[in-house]
């Protein structure tokens, strides 16, 4: 008699059958789950000692010493030479990291199998698998464990952080006796016995309650004060040969009686129906960005876990947080923004989740006054975007660091976000609530950094830091030069349309001029008799030997940790020939040592662009197992949600040949030989647009919710306007 068995997709399901302690770590990112309000990292709900459960709540950083971070090398190529001495570091404050403190893991579980209480280290575990649902965002868990009495119980729980509720997290559990009829007690209790990196406690404990089925407690943040309320309530029920119990947590920033109260509802409501509901909206944001393409299911299964973080990552407060590098799913970089949400992550969210995205512009912009005091503090006038920051908007990079006043680019990487988000969604008014006023303080910025080389009658842009961060001591970086250059131009450009705010911050008519020509005379490296572009001045004197290179030992060396002239082609492709970014796809390719998750997806995304498809596809392969694999022996740290974005961009932009202007939709497909269909969908002026690409024909279909009409070019094809709900196939 055959039994039916459900097989498992590996381009939804990811799992790993182990109980090692040893990679606990990495298992706990890998099965993390969140909805950028709560992030719960993956970690075993009966919570033993080695289990590091991690719970984190948005927003709610905490003031820590600098042993959070730990200090880095004195060689280390990041480390500023004065500020890494014994004197420097003495004037460090003992409250001078922020991040978000780990709190009480909210769903922790307690199961005795008569009078004796399970534990990883008194009880033989015969089976531990965790399987991630990739197309539900939430985690399961099969662990079956024997007593020293020879009795065999197992444990099948599931868990989801809601996408429904913002501060909702359910977990189920179902416990069977597989040899034995003794006694089973469960219950659910939130655990306290955690901590940040290096045993640094950030948050002390406030008012508590705890009952039969629900308790509570707060929890107030080391240095900032804010309070948050936890509070899990607990339903049980049995067979004959089964106990089930239900946990509903509910944590943030809220009375402890109002947490109470909405853990109690989401227990009347139930399991099953906020479940749900939660798989019903995850499947809703799956729709609206839908990738997929028929690669080997292990590039496939790790393009989609990427996909799956991007939309975990999201903030439903995304205007008070933005994105943080690695969401809330790891310790690593301390849930800080950097460039990656403004450079990498903008124009994903950009695509597929325009009305959202627009909160990222309103964190930059809302925080301008700050930006403005971080340019004073380095001595330069405008706008200076903090490298590192949070939601206070203040420079958090470590402070022994050379980082903060070098790695300049990202202030322009925050200003484009306003012009790109006006071309390709319509919105013209952010420019004039936001975006102008953004623009021309960054422009101010940049125009205080250049320098006049009277020598060679041009300006430069000395003493930066390049972005690939093995070089961080470097004159007129091209990556930060060409976006300089981009600031000044438009800056001027707009001037005269947006005059009324020009005037009320002070910007002349002449002001704007000097911009436009010091974007003029500002000294951009152009590509050598080779077609080769030198990433900074000096960068081709380097030594050519690559072996040894580390962070401790690389500046002498032409090694790149991600490549700097590839990056640029990103926003500035139209600068450059197929033939030079193919020459120097080549060139940068033999030296990048992908020390950064960045490296592998942009270099996927530069080759897809310039047809190189094997090389893109090896690239692409590599970046989606990044986490899955730990290619970098980092993932511990949490996900590399970025790398996300970027692989959709070498998947969508560059096999895809999308291309959003404001003029309408650009399509030059570039599918691979390997795969026969390409689908993904975005949206241009908020009208959502379907495409496919097979080898044959690109179909193109438009919603019909919104009465707006879309402008389409084929490759070389004149324009065509497609109606709202039409569906137009073009042959190829």
């Given at each position: 008699?055959?039994?039916?068995v459900?097989?498992?997709d590996p381009?939804?399901?990811?799992?790993?059958?182990?109980?090692?302690k040893?990679?606990?770590g990495?298992?706990?990112t890998?099965?993390?789950?969140?909805?950028?309000?709560?992030g719960?990292?993956?970690?075993h709900?009966?919570c033993?000692?080695?289990g590091?459960?991690?719970f984190y709540?948005?927003?709610?950083y905490a003031?820590?010493?600098?042993?959070?971070?730990?200090?880095?090398?004195?060689?280390h190529?990041?480390?500023?030479p004065?500020?890494?001495?014994?004197q420097?570091?003495?004037?460090?404050?003992?409250?001078?990291?922020q991040?978000?403190?780990?709190?009480?893991?909210p769903?922790?579980l307690?199961?005795?199998?008569?009078?004796?209480t399970?534990?990883f280290?008194?009880?033989?575990v015969?089976?531990s698998?965790r399987?991630?649902?990739?197309?539900h965002?939430?985690m399961?868990?099969?662990?079956v464990f024997?007593d020293?009495?020879?009795r065999?119980t197992?444990?099948?729980s599931?868990?989801?952080v809601?996408?429904v509720?913002?501060?909702?997290?359910?977990l189920?559990?179902?416990?069977q006796?597989?040899?034995?009829?003794?006694p089973?007690?469960?219950?659910?209790?939130?655990?306290?016995?955690v901590?940040?990196?290096n045993?640094?406690?950030?948050?002390?404990a406030?008012?508590?309650?705890?009952?039969?089925?629900?308790?509570?407690?707060e929890?107030?943040t080391v240095?900032t004060?804010?309070?948050?309320?936890?509070?899990?309530?607990e339903q049980i029920?049995?067979?004959a040969?089964?106990?089930?119990?239900d946990?509903?947590?509910?944590?943030?920033e809220?009375?402890?009686?109002?947490?109470?109260?909405?853990?109690?509802?989401?227990?009347?409501?139930?399991?099953?129906?906020?479940?749900?509901?939660?798989?019903q909206?995850y499947q809703?944001?799956?729709?609206?960005s839908?990738v997929?393409?028929?690669?080997?299911?292990?590039?496939v299964?790790?393009?989609?876990?990427?996909?799956?973080?991007?939309?975990m990552?999201?903030?439903?407060?995304a205007?008070k947080?933005g994105?943080?590098?690695?969401?809330?799913?790891?310790?690593?970089?301390?849930?800080?923004?950097?460039?990656?949400?403004?450079f990498?992550?903008?124009?994903?969210?950009?695509?597929?989740r325009p009305?959202?995205v627009?909160k990222?512009l309103?964190?930059r912009?809302?925080?301008?006054?700050?930006?403005?005091?971080?340019?004073?503090r380095?001595?330069?006038?405008?706008?200076?975007?903090p490298?590192?920051?949070n939601?206070?908007?203040?420079?958090?990079?470590?402070?022994?660091?050379?980082?903060?006043?070098?790695?300049?680019h990202?202030?322009?990487?925050?200003a484009?976000?306003?012009?790109?988000?006006?071309e390709?969604?319509?919105?013209?008014?952010?420019?004039?609530?936001?975006g102008?006023?953004?623009?021309?303080?960054?422009a101010?910025?940049?125009a205080?950094?250049?320098r006049w080389n009277a020598?060679?009658?041009?300006?430069?842009?000395?003493?930066i830091g390049?972005p690939?961060?093995?070089?961080?001591?470097?004159?007129?970086?091209i990556?930060?030069s060409?976006?300089?250059?981009?600031?000044?131009?438009?800056a001027?450009?707009?001037?005269?349309?947006?005059?009324?705010?020009?005037?009320a911050?002070?910007?002349?008519?002449?002001e704007a001029r000097?911009?436009?020509?010091?974007?003029?005379k500002l000294?951009?490296?152009?590509?050598d008799?080779?077609g080769?572009?030198?990433?900074?001045?000096?960068f081709?004197g380097l030594d050519?030997d690559?072996?040894?290179?580390?962070?401790?030992?690389c500046?002498?060396?032409?090694?790149?940790?991600q490549?700097?002239?590839?990056?640029?082609?990103?926003?500035f492709?139209?600068?450059?020939?197929?033939?030079?970014?193919?020459?120097?796809?080549?060139?940068?390719?033999?030296?990048?040592?992908?020390g950064?998750?960045?490296?592998?997806?942009?270099?996927?995304?530069?080759?897809?662009?310039?047809?190189?498809?094997?090389e893109?596809?090896?690239?692409?392969?590599?970046?989606?197992?990044?986490?899955?694999d730990?290619?970098?022996?980092?993932?511990e740290?949490g996900?590399?949600?970025?790398?996300g974005?970027?692989?959709?961009?070498a998947?969508?932009n560059?096999?895809?040949?999308?291309?959003?202007?404001?003029?309408?939709?650009?399509l030059?497909?570039?599918l691979?030989r390997?795969?026969?269909?390409?689908a993904?969908?975005?949206y241009?002026?908020?009208?959502?647009v379907?495409i496919?690409i097979?080898?044959?024909?690109?179909?193109?279909?438009?919603?019909?919710a919104r009465p707006?009409?879309?402008?389409?070019r084929v490759?070389?094809?004149?324009?065509?306007?497609?109606s709202?709900?039409?569906?137009?196939?073009?042959?190829r």
């Amino acid at each position: 008699m055959s039994v039916e068995v459900a097989t498992r997709d590996p381009r939804f399901r990811y799992w790993v059958q182990s109980a090692k302690k040893e990679l606990e770590g990495k298992l706990g990112t890998t099965f993390s789950l969140s909805n950028g309000m709560l992030g719960l990292r993956g970690a075993h709900e009966e919570c033993p000692a080695w289990g590091r459960p991690e719970f984190y709540v948005a927003a709610t950083y905490a003031d820590g010493p600098a042993e959070l971070l730990g200090f880095h090398d004195t060689d280390h190529i990041l480390t500023h030479p004065d500020r890494i001495t014994p004197q420097a570091l003495a004037t460090v404050g003992r409250q001078s990291i922020q991040t978000l403190p780990n709190l009480p893991f909210p769903v922790a579980l307690r199961i005795a199998v008569g009078d004796e209480t399970f534990s990883f280290e008194t009880h033989k575990v015969l089976t531990s698998e965790r399987m991630l649902e990739i197309d539900h965002a939430c985690m399961q868990r099969t662990l079956v464990f024997r007593d020293k009495a020879g009795r065999r119980t197992r444990i099948d729980s599931s868990r989801f952080v809601s996408m429904v509720d913002p501060n909702l997290i359910c977990l189920r559990a179902r416990v069977q006796r597989l040899n034995h009829d003794a006694p089973l007690a469960l219950g659910g209790f939130l655990y306290e016995d955690v901590s940040n990196t290096n045993g640094i406690r950030l948050w002390q404990a406030g008012r508590r309650f705890a009952e039969e089925t629900v308790r509570g407690m707060e929890c107030i943040t080391v240095g900032t004060g804010l309070t948050v309320a936890i509070a899990q309530a607990e339903q049980i029920r049995e067979t004959a040969t089964e106990t089930f119990i239900d946990l509903f947590a509910v944590a943030g920033e809220m009375p402890l009686d109002v947490a109470r109260e909405r853990a109690q509802a989401a227990r009347a409501k139930g399991y099953d129906a906020c479940a749900d509901d939660h798989r019903q909206q995850y499947q809703a944001i799956r729709e609206a960005s839908r990738v997929e393409f028929d690669a080997n299911a292990a590039t496939v299964q790790g393009f989609n876990f990427g996909q799956m973080h991007l939309h975990m990552a999201f903030s439903p407060v995304a205007e008070k947080t933005g994105v943080p590098i690695k969401g809330l799913t790891g310790h690593g970089y301390r849930f800080l923004t950097f460039w990656d949400m403004d450079f990498h992550m903008f124009p994903y969210y950009l695509m597929t989740r325009p009305r959202e995205v627009r909160k990222l512009l309103e964190y930059r912009f809302n925080q301008l006054p700050q930006y403005r005091r971080n340019a004073q503090r380095w001595g330069a006038a405008g706008a200076q975007v903090p490298w590192e920051t949070n939601t206070r908007g203040e420079e958090e990079t470590a402070p022994w660091l050379c980082l903060q006043e070098r790695e300049i680019h990202i202030s322009a990487d925050a200003a484009y976000m306003f012009k790109r988000y006006a071309e390709v969604t319509g919105d013209a008014q952010v420019m004039q609530d936001m975006g102008a006023e953004f623009t021309f303080e960054t422009a101010r910025f940049y125009a205080s950094r250049l320098r006049w080389n009277a020598a060679k009658h041009r300006y430069d842009l000395p003493d930066i830091g390049c972005p690939d961060q093995y070089h961080t001591f470097a004159d007129n970086n091209i990556f930060i030069s060409l976006w300089a250059h981009w600031n000044l131009t438009y800056a001027a450009e707009i001037y005269p349309t947006y005059g009324s705010v020009a005037t009320a911050i002070g910007v002349s008519a002449e002001e704007a001029r000097q911009w436009a020509e010091m974007a003029g005379k500002l000294y951009l490296i152009e590509p050598d008799a080779d077609g080769i572009i030198e990433e900074f001045d000096g960068f081709f004197g380097l030594d050519a030997d690559l072996d040894g290179i580390s962070e401790t030992y690389c500046r002498h060396s032409q090694a790149v940790k991600q490549p700097d002239v590839l990056a640029a082609f990103i926003p500035f492709e139209a600068r450059y020939s197929r033939e030079i970014r193919r020459r120097n796809w080549a060139f940068y390719n033999a030296r990048t040592l992908h020390g950064s998750s960045l490296s592998l997806p942009g270099m996927a995304y530069a080759a897809a662009r310039c047809g190189l498809n094997d090389e893109a596809l090896y690239n692409l392969h590599q970046s989606c197992r990044m986490d899955l694999d730990d290619v970098n022996l980092d993932t511990e740290r949490g996900v590399h949600v970025s790398g996300g974005a970027v692989e959709w961009g070498a998947v969508v932009n560059g096999f895809g040949g999308l291309d959003a202007t404001a003029e309408g939709l650009i399509l030059q497909p570039n599918l691979p030989r390997q795969w026969t269909r390409l689908a993904f969908t975005v949206y241009w002026h908020f009208q959502k647009v379907d495409i496919e690409i097979t080898h044959d024909a690109i179909t193109v279909a438009l919603g019909a919710a919104r009465p707006c009409t879309v402008p389409l070019r084929v490759g070389d094809n004149g324009w065509r306007e497609l109606s709202a709900g039409s569906r137009t196939v073009f042959g190829r």
